[in-house]
T-cell receptor, first 110, second 121 residues
Framework: QKEVEQDPGPLSVPEGAIVSLNCTYSNSAFQYFMWYRQYSRKGPELLMYTYSSGNKEDGRFTAQVDKSSKYISLFIRDSQPSDSATYLCAMTGSARQLTFGSGTQLTVLP | ETGVTQTPRHLVMGMTNKKSLKCEQHLGHNAMYWYKQSAKKPLELMFVYNFKEQTENNSVPSRFSPECPNSSHLFLHLHTLQPEDSALYLC????????????????????FGPGTRLTVL
């Protein structure tokens, strides 16, 4: 069993849709949870970061962590074509080594 | 730009060649990382350097040889690679030991370079 499971997609949605991206994990020691966004031909960049359980909102993006279910989500409201990218979840317990999901490829159609 | 540069951006090499990937960070960080990214697979951490000292080697084959001459530069020397080594190689850096983005907790954000797309023929 992989430590972090993420549906690779691809996921296509129309502009303006609400997007839900998810990861599950098995290691209960994880306490830092991140979402990275990777555009084509670019390296990943940190989009959202959450410590422990709860919700965090940043503009159109909301990150949720449910440690009891070992489940994290990223919601994108009013999705835009510029949101088209691969979204990687990542997590760590030691705050140094990150464990990544395989990434979900998202396309937002104009 | 994230402040982490990588050269070359693309590399095609035969199985008997020797080549090197270069990474440079302009962020004043004290830790640098090499990752391998293959299609449909999670990023695989290969090596970690803290203060120029290698602290992690995640069972990487010896045909990959890292070098960190100072805290700003990181190299990955390649020799006698296999076709399955074809992938995107990403370099990242972070500041270990402090909070990032004003968040409570000790997570240190890793900043990634654009990667080197390696093809082994």
């Amino acid at each position: 069993q992989k430590e972090v499971e993420q549906d690779p997609g691809p996921l296509s949605v129309p502009e303006g849709a609400i997007v839900s991206l998810n990861c599950t994990y098995s290691n209960s020691a994880f306490q830092y949870f991140m979402w990275y966004r990777q555009y084509s031909r670019k390296g990943p960049e940190l989009l959202m970061y959450t410590y422990s359980s709860g919700n965090k909102e940043d503009g159109r993006f909301t990150a949720q962590v449910d440690k009891s279910s070992k489940y994290i989500s990223l919601f994108i409201r009013d999705s835009q074509p510029s949101d088209s990218a691969t979204y990687l979840c990542a997590m760590t317990g030691s705050a140094r080594q990150l464990t990544f999901g395989s990434g979900t490829q998202l396309t937002v159609l104009p | 730009e994230t402040g982490v540069t990588q050269t070359p951006r693309h590399l095609v090499m035969g199985m008997t060649n020797k080549k090197s990937l270069k990474c440079e960070q302009h962020l004043g960080h004290n830790a640098m990382y090499w990752y391998k990214q293959s299609a449909k697979k999670p990023l695989e951490l290969m090596f970690v350097y803290n203060f120029k000292e290698q602290t992690e080697n995640n069972s990487v084959p010896s045909r990959f040889s890292p070098e960190c001459p100072n805290s700003s530069h990181l190299f990955l020397h390649l020799h006698t690679l296999q076709p399955e080594d074809s992938a995107l190689y990403l370099c990242a850096s972070s500041q270990v030991g402090g909070a990032s983005r004003g968040i409570t907790g000790s997570y240190n954000e890793q900043f990634f370079g654009p990667g080197t797309r390696l093809t082994v023929l």
